[in-house]
C-alpha cells in the first residue's frame, strides 16, 4: 500500500481558519493553547496532571465500568479503563453523532486520529499512559442528520419521528434497514460480515446509544478504544457548577461572544453563543432553555421555574435533564476527561476556537485542537487510469471544469492559449495610449474601451475554440469526468458522503488494518492512499 500526502491549503477543501491554524498564523495564535506537536503535549501534560482531580476519575471509572456491563471488550480496552485510575493516565478524544452505520467515512478516520495518536505519546512519554476515546454525542437531537447512510451511490435512510435526544431513540423500525442493506450487499464473505454487523448492531440493542455503543467497540476495541456516554447523571453531577454560572450569570454567552468579536475579524463564524447555552432533556423533548423576566422555562413551555432557586434547586435534584449546547459540551468534555486534546474536522475546530477565553474563566484547561485525518482511498485501477490520462495526485484535486480545460490544452493539436496574442494587443495598447496623449487627451478613454473590447473578443474566441476541442475529444472528457466522480462523489471529498462498508465490501478487514497503519495524526498534510 502506497502512500502520499499533499498540504491541505493545496486540496482546495479546507477553510482559510484550519489552514491559519495549521500554518500557526499570528492572526489565529490567541485563540488556542499548545500546539498539537511533540513539545505541546509535553507542556498540557503537565497542565492536565496539576488540574485533574483523583475523585473525578474514580467516578469515571464507574460509569465506564456501568456502560460497558453488557457488552463484550477487548482486554486492552478493560486494562485502559482500568488505567484511568492513575494520575500519570491522559485520554484522546474524539466525538461524533450516531451516524446510522457510522454515516460518513470520516468516522473511522477521526477514531484512527485518537488510537495512532496514543501510541504516538506513549513511544514519546513512556511514563505515562495514553487512552484513546470517542465521545458519543448521544444527547443531539437533529435526527435528520444522523438517520441515513450512503452505499454504493445509494442513500439508505431510516425514517421515523423524534423530538429528544438521539442515543436515546429506540432501535424498533430498524430492521426494515436491515433487509434493504442485506440486499444491497451482496453474498460474498465481507458482505455476510457486514450485514451481521449491522444485525447485531441494531437489531440485538434496545436504543441507538446501545447500538453505536456494540458497533463501534466492534470495529475498534482490539484497538484499545474507550466509549463514553455523556447522558449519564453522575458525570453530570460534576459539571453542576458550571450550569450554575451558566443559568446565573450567563458566561458562556458574555465570553464567547466578546471572543466571536475578535475572532470574527479575521474568519469566518462557525457558531454563536445563546444567552443560555442549555437544553432541557427528557425521553420526550430536548428544549433550549430561556430566561425572561427573571423566570426560566424551556422554549416551548412545556416546563417552567419561577426564579433561580426553584431552577437551581431542580438541577442539584436531576443534573441529568440539563444538557450542554454545542458551545458548552466541550467544556463538559474536558471536566469529566483527564484529557490532552480534542480531535476533530475542520468545522469543529473552528468553534472550539472561540472558547478559549471561556474555558479560562470557568478555570478549565483548555486542550490542544488536533484536525483530524483526512484521506483519499485511490485503488490500483482508480491509480492507473489517473497514470494513463497523465493527471497527477495534485491535479485530480481541481475543480472539474478546471481539471478538464487543462488537460485538453495539454493534448490538443491546437493551441488554446492566446495569451501571446493578449500581449501583443496590450503592447499596441499601450503605444495608442501614449500616443493620445501627445494629440487628444479625450482620446484616451477612447483606447482604453477599444482595448477592452478586443481583449473579451479573445477571450470569447479562446473559449469557444476550447469548447470545440472538448467536443472533439468528448471520449477523453468522459474519461476524467468519470474518475473524478468516482474520487470525488457530488464532486466533494469522498469522506463526507462515502461509507466504510463500501470499501470494506470489496477489501475485508484488510481496509481497516491498513487505514490504522498509514494514518499519520501529526502529519499535517491531507494523505492519499492507495489501495
Given amino acids: ?230 447522558d449519564n447523571k453522575i458525570l453530570k453531577e460534576q459539571f453542576i457548577p458550571h450550569i450554575e454560572n451558566e443559568l446565573i450569570d450567563q458566561t458562556c454567552f458574555n465570553n464567547v461572544s466578546s471572543t466571536v468579536k475578535d475572532f470574527g475579524k479575521n474568519y469566518k463564524i462557525q457558531v454563536n453563543p445563546r444567552e443560555i447555552n442549555l ?76 472558547l478559549k477565553s471561556y474555558f479560562d474563566i470557568e478555570k478549565v484547561t483548555f486542550p490542544i485542537l488536533l484536525l483530524r485525518n483526512s484521506a483519499l482511498i485511490l485503488t490500483k485501477t482508480q491509480k492507473r487510469k489517473l497514470t494513463k490520462l497523465n493527471i497527477s495526485l495534485t491535479e485530480i484535486f481541481l475543480k472539474q471544469q478546471d481539471l478538464i480545460n487543462k488537460k485538453i490544452k495539454e493534448v490538443s493539436d491546437v493551441k488554446i492559449d492566446f495569451s501571446e496574442q493578449r500581449q501583443f494587443l496590450e503592447k499596441q495598447f499601450v503605444e495608442l495610449e501614449e500616443l493620445a496623449k501627445l494629440t487628444d487627451k479625450s482620446f484616451i478613454g477612447a483606447v482604453k474601451a477599444q482595448q477592452s473590447k478586443q481583449l473579451k473578443g479573445l477571450d470569447k474566441l479562446e473559449k469557444r475554440l476550447l469548447k470545440a476541442q472538448k467536443r472533439k475529444l468528448s471520449s477523453l472528457v468522459e474519461r476524467i469526468t468519470e474518475l473524478q466522480n468516482e474520487l470525488f462523489p457530488n464532486q466533494s471529498l469522498e469522506e463526507r458522503t462515502r461509507n466504510f462498508s463500501e470499501l470494506y465490501v470489496n477489501h475485508g478487514k484488510e481496509f481497516i488494518e491498513k487505514l490504522k497503519s498509514n494514518l499519520d495524526p501529526l502529519g499535517e498534510e491531507f494523505q492519499i492512499i492507495q489501495l
Fill in 1 to 230: 500500500m502506497k502512500n502520499y500526502t499533499l498540504p491541505y491549503k493545496e486540496t482546495g477543501y479546507f477553510s482559510e481558519t484550519v489552514c491559519d491554524y495549521l500554518s500557526q498564523a499570528k492572526e489565529i495564535r490567541s485563540f488556542y493553547g499548545n500546539f498539537p506537536d511533540l513539545e505541546g503535549f509535553e507542556k498540557q501534560i503537565k497542565l492536565k496532571q496539576l488540574s485533574f482531580e483523583a475523585p473525578s476519575r474514580n467516578l469515571l471509572v464507574e460509569v465506564l465500568k456501568t456502560q460497558y456491563q453488557n457488552i463484550k471488550i477487548s482486554k486492552k480496552t478493560s486494562q485502559n479503563i482500568q488505567s484511568l485510575l492513575e494520575d500519570n493516565t491522559f485520554t484522546i478524544t474524539t466525538g461524533h453523532q450516531l451516524n446510522l452505520f457510522t454515516g460518513p467515512l470520516y468516522f473511522l478516520y477521526k477514531i484512527f486520529s485518537a488510537i495512532n495518536l496514543c501510541e504516538k505519546l506513549k513511544k514519546e512519554f513512556p511514563k505515562s499512559n495514553f487512552v484513546p476515546i470517542y465521545w458519543m454525542a448521544t444527547e443531539d437531537h437533529d435526527f435528520e442528520e444522523i438517520n441515513f447512510f450512503n452505499f454504493n451511490q445509494k442513500k439508505i435512510v431510516w425514517n421515523r419521528n423524534s423530538k429528544s435526544a438521539v442515543g436515546r431513540l429506540s432501535t424498533t423500525g430498524l430492521s426494515q434497514i436491515y433487509d434493504l442493506f442485506a440486499k444491497e450487499l451482496g453474498r460474498s464473505k465481507n458482505a455476510e460480515y457486514l450485514a451481521n454487523l449491522f444485525n447485531e448492531s441494531y437489531l440485538q440493542h434496545d436504543n441507538l446509544a446501545e447500538a453505536t455503543r456494540y458497533l463501534a467497540n466492534e470495529l475498534f476495541s482490539q484497538y484499545g478504544l474507550v466509549i463514553i456516554d455523556g
Fill in 279 to 354: 437544553f432541557y432533556l427528557t425521553d420526550n423533548i430536548r428544549e433550549r432553555i430561556i430566561l425572561k423576566k427573571g423566570v426560566y422555562s424551556t422554549v416551548n413551555n412545556e416546563f417552567s421555574w419561577r426564579n433561580k432557586e426553584e431552577i437551581l434547586k431542580h438541577l442539584q435534584e436531576m443534573p441529568e435533564r440539563f444538557s450542554p449546547n454545542v458551545i458548552m459540551r466541550p467544556l463538559y468534555e474536558e471536566v469529566i476527561l483527564p484529557n490532552l486534546c480534542y480531535i476533530g474536522g475542520g468545522g469543529e475546530l473552528a468553534y472550539w476556537l472561540e
